[in-house]
């Protein structure tokens, strides 16, 4: 079955400062891999997904993930983190041919202080 | 185009009891989805609708159901209510699923007591 895991459930930051958002997947063929953010009381928001192509995605609020077949890894690293940027992020992969299911990682919660 | 809506947004039901949630997907959209999120869990997928058909289903007990109306409205339905149904409960929907980008509903809070 497939899988998703999401390294570290919390993560801290300072302003200004790198973040890395860790996911890997397991997968017997490539799959469509999706991150979400979730702001408190809100529903999920796609940040960005990987389908096929171009393995450097571009997503929104200046975030990018880097699809890397040889190590399963879809990780989602930010140069700079801003205040706003404060939310849980999910990892998601929708399986090969199992049409709208998504299997989503546990989530990792990213804090950033001033 | 309106998002996706769910109502109500919170519930509280006691044990035993039955819930249905309804979800109404953006406009064109055939496939709708369901989550449910808790702590402990994270979010797991319950079943997909799509032209009124389900087309997959999570493990989740029967208890656990739902419907597709013609105009892709959803509803999911919980017999039998237990404390470790209370979750928030999510609906998505997209074109056809697959690979299309799955907009969600802000969710239905579930509390039973």
């Known amino acids: 079955a497939q899988s998703v895991t999401q390294l570290g459930s919390h993560v801290s930051v300072s302003e200004g400062a790198l973040v890395l958002l860790r996911c890997n997947y397991s997968?017997?063929?490539?799959?469509?891999l999706f991150w979400y953010v979730q702001y408190p009381n809100q529903g999920l928001q796609l940040l960005l997904k990987?389908?096929?192509?171009?393995?450097l995605v571009k997503g929104i609020n200046g975030f990018e993930a880097e699809f890397k077949k040889s190590e399963t890894s879809f990780h989602l690293p930010k140069p700079s983190a801003h205040m706003s940027d404060a939310a849980e992020y999910f990892c998601?992969?929708?399986?090969?041919?199992?049409?709208?299911?998504?299997?989503f990682g546990q989530g990792t919660e990213l804090s950033v202080k001033p | 185009k309106a998002g996706v809506t769910q109502t109500p947004r919170y519930l509280i039901k006691t044990r035993g009891q039955q819930v249905t949630l309804s979800c109404s997907p953006i406009s064109g959209h055939r496939s709708v989805s369901w989550y449910q999120q808790t702590p402990g869990q994270g979010l797991q997928f319950l079943f997909e609708y799509f032209s009124e058909t389900q087309r997959n289903k999570g493990n989740f007990p029967g208890r656990f159901s739902g419907r597709q109306f013609s105009n892709s409205r959803s509803e999911m339905n919980v017999s039998t209510l237990e404390l470790g149904d209370s979750a928030l409960y999510l609906c998505?929907?997209?074109?056809?699923?697959?690979?299309?980008?799955?907009?969600f509903g802000p969710g239905t809070r579930l509390t039973v007591l």
């Open positions: 998505a929907s997209s074109p056809s699923g697959h690979t299309d980008t799955q907009y």
């Open positions: 998601a992969v929708s399986p090969y041919n199992q049409g709208g299911k998504l299997i």
């Open positions: 990987y389908t096929t192509g171009a393995t």
């Open positions: 997968s017997s063929v490539p799959p469509y």
